[in-house]
């Protein structure tokens, strides 16, 4: 499955970039806010994360500087 965060980050850009409300012969547009795209960012990069081996641990042998 494609990696869906470049075109979610831009998703997010684009309508920050945008007014938050538009009113045109009658018709209005409001998109969600910043807030709620950010959260759905986060949740689906966690969903992401969750599906990768090794559940984000990673583990490692730490050896102290010093004599043997």
Do not use: C, W
């Not at 920050?16 to 795209?37: F, M, N, R, T, Y």
Request: proline letters at 12%.
């Amino acid at each position: 499955m494609p990696d869906p965060t470049p075109d979610l980050e831009q998703f997010i850009r684009d309508n920050a970039s945008q007014p938050a409300k538009a009113a045109v012969d009658g018709q209005s547009v409001e998109q969600h806010p910043l807030k709620d795209q950010i959260e759905a960012d986060r949740y689906l990069a966690s969903k992401d994360a969750a599906r990768k081996p090794g559940l984000g641990i990673k583990f490692a042998k730490v050896v102290p500087p010093g004599s043997v």
